[in-house]
């Protein structure tokens, strides 16, 4: 016999494996937001008090929209004496001084978010290549101020600038023109506006630009700089990108707020003689609800304020994510 004939035969491989079957997980998902809770339940108690703000004075007062389509008499049923269907709607979209408020509306939000939203951008950016630790600090601390004063202060320092005696006056008389009555020239006051909410919000804007500058990796500029990249190219296509989500999302906010532009501070401005300009939706509404007791037909106006605003953040929201990819939800 030989050897090969005594060779014993090869061993059969050996069986796969069996595979382990996972372990149901429907029970564990079911338990896995009552054991964070249980186990982070101080975290989550910080939020019961901000949910019950929204919720009793955001979410409630939203049944009182009813009186837009009944009609509400003061000393009545909070909801209403009976059912008109749309009529005041049909009265708003018939009232030529309505479409006024309307047009003055779009035009002071579409003036202050060209204003206010671009400027926070360039004043972040330009903080960020000061290197005077001193002078940067100043200047944030400069821009700053506006925003923790009141409205009703802000007003009344625009009025005192603006008013016949004031400072804006005393140049005017300095190159030999006659003083102006600013706040009572309707051509001035989408000006006076817009400057006053400049100077406020422009300076609190750039902190969260700032943030997200801390964000970018510095690799990234020195790969730039590797590549020839100048200043104002590494921030075309490097700081601009890195901080994207940001300026998507706080335009979609901005946008949200278009409708609702300046209410407080528009009331403490404006007069009968600049409401071609200055009446917008929410003083023409003010007016309608508390001053001529229509308070159905404010109600009306307000959720066709609250309804275009609703389509506006959708809308920017959606563009927003197909066309950029970042979105708030």
């Given at each position: 016999?030989?050897?090969e ?17 996972p372990?149901?997980r ?12 249980r ?19 955001r979410?409630?007062?939203m ?8 009609r509400?008499k ?8 009976y059912?008109?269907?749309l ?6 979209f018939?009232?030529p001084t ?30 960020n290549?000061v ?16 925003h ?13 600038l ?8 005393q ?9 102006v009555?600013?706040l ?8 006076i506006?817009?400057?006053?909410e ?10 969260l ?6 964000t ?10 590797i590549?020839?990249?100048n200043?104002l ?6 700081t ?10 706080l335009?979609i ?12 501070k528009?009331l403490?401005?404006?007069n009968p003689?600049?409401y ?12 309608m609800?508390f ?9 009306a ?8 605003g ?20």
């Open positions: 016999m030989t050897s004939t005594l060779r014993p035969p090869p061993a059969p491989p050996p069986a796969p494996a069996a595979a382990v079957a372990a149901p429907s029970r564990r998902h079911r338990r896995t937001w009552r054991q964070a809770l186990r982070d339940w101080q975290l989550y108690s910080l939020a019961v008090l901000p949910l019950l703000f929204f919720l009793i004075f979410y409630l007062p049944i009182g929209n009813v009186i837009a389509f009944r509400f003061p000393g009545g049923s909070i909801f209403g004496e059912w008109v269907g009529r005041y709607f049909r009265m708003f018939t009232d309505f479409w006024e408020v309307f047009t003055n509306t779009l035009v002071l939000g579409a003036l202050t978010l060209l204003f206010c939203f671009p400027l926070p951008i360039v004043l972040a950016l330009l903080l290549e290197r005077a630790r001193r002078f940067k600090r100043f200047v944030q601390s400069v821009s700053y101020l506006p923790f004063l009141s409205i009703v202060i802000v007003a009344a320092m625009v009025m005192q603006t008013s016949v005696d004031g400072t804006a006056n140049l005017v008389r300095l190159v030999g023109g006659d003083p009555a600013f009572q020239q309707p051509e001035w006051f989408r000006t506006y817009v400057s006053s400049v100077w406020q919000t422009v300076g609190w804007g750039t902190i630009y700032l943030a997200a500058l801390t970018i990796d510095e690799d990234l500029y020195e790969a730039a700089r590549d020839g990249a200043r190219r590494q921030t075309w296509h490097v601009l990108p890195g901080i994207r989500p940001t300026m998507v999302t335009l906010l901005n946008i949200g707020s278009f409708m609702a532009v300046g209410f407080e528009i403490l401005l404006y003689l600049t071609p300009t200055a009446d917008v939706i929410s003083t023409y509404l003010f007016r609800g001053q001529s007791s229509n308070f159905s037909y404010a109600a106006i307000g959720l066709f304020e609250a309804v275009i609703l389509i506006l953040v959708l809308s920017a929201n959606l563009i927003s994510r197909r066309t950029v990819g970042t979105s708030l939800w």
